[in-house]
């Protein structure tokens, strides 16, 4: 499951956004309650964050969550950082609510793009196994797509094309590894629906002449020639290089 994987490890990446002023020393016990103004706490948390302590830098940025307002210039910040400890953490459900917090009621905020794409992300994590369930990856894949509703002209947004491409991808590896289960058990009217969903669904996949070549092999294993000929007819067309091709259509191109 290549695709499944890479669409994952792509989302699995931390944000972290350039901050001045963040190199407070590293011997110190991080204790929230010892910090007196919200700027020392919030440059504290970030710098546990970016040292992996996602459990202390969850701790000082809940307390200022409470403490400050949406008028305070760094809520929406420690509201960003503080899904980024959630989806540190692998607490992905509550990543992904946290950061579409941040996008929904502070949409007009530089960081609102950047929130859906990271809630796209947190999704995608929770779809763990790609014969699982996809409702969590479906979720994912409209979030990013919102996001370039919302934000086309961001760079989340063209970071989301590149995740949407993948989560198509992985989509399209899913339903061919279904189908291949029905065709390996017999199942080929099952098998042939699969392959020629993720044909209709999925045109740009690098799994495309991969079903059109089990879709071939099912038509054949029922009896269904005339079907047969006419997949055969268009493998020829556009994939008659591959050897795969040419093994179950022979040589003949159409038209010769």
């Known amino acids: 499951m290549t695709w499944f994987r ?74 960003f950082y503080l899904a980024e400890t ?45 014969e699982l369930d996809p409702t969590s990856g479906q979720t994912a894949l409209a979030t990013w797509q919102e996001l370039q509703g919302r934000y086309p002209d ?8 590149v995740r949407i491409r993948a989560l198509n991808e992985a989509f399209a590896e899913k339903e061919y590894e279904t189908g291949l289960f029905y065709y390996r058990r017999g199942g080929f009217d099952s098998a042939i629906l699969y392959f020629r969903n993720l044909i209709s669904t999925y045109p740009s996949s690098a799994h495309v002449p991969l079903a059109f070549v089990r879709l071939v092999q099912s038509y054949r294993a029922i009896g269904y020639r005339e079907e047969q000929q006419e997949t055969c007819e268009h493998l020829l067309q556009y994939f008659g290089t591959r050897p795969d091709v040419r093994e179950v259509c022979g040589n003949r191109r159409p038209g010769r």
Request: include cysteine; proline fraction near 5%; aromatic fraction near 10%.
């Open 6 to 79: 890479a669409v994952r490890r792509a989302a699995r990446t931390p944000v972290v956004l350039g901050v001045s002023g963040l190199l407070l020393s590293a011997c110190a016990r991080f204790n929230p309650a010892a910090f007196q103004d919200s700027e020392s706490l919030y440059r504290a948390s970030l710098r546990e964050f970016r040292g992996g302590r996602f459990d202390r830098a969850q701790a000082g940025l809940q307390r200022l969550s409470f403490d400050l307002t949406g008028r305070d210039s760094l809520f929406v910040l420690t509201r």
């Open 86 to 130: 959630y989806f540190g953490m692998r607490d992905y459900v509550t990543a992904s609510r946290e950061f579409r917090r941040v996008s929904d009621e502070a949409p007009e905020s530089p960081l609102a793009p950047t929130a859906l794409l990271r809630a796209g992300d947190s999704h995608a994590q929770l779809w763990r196994r790609p």
């Open 154 to 161: 961001s760079e989340a947004a063209a970071i989301s094309g």
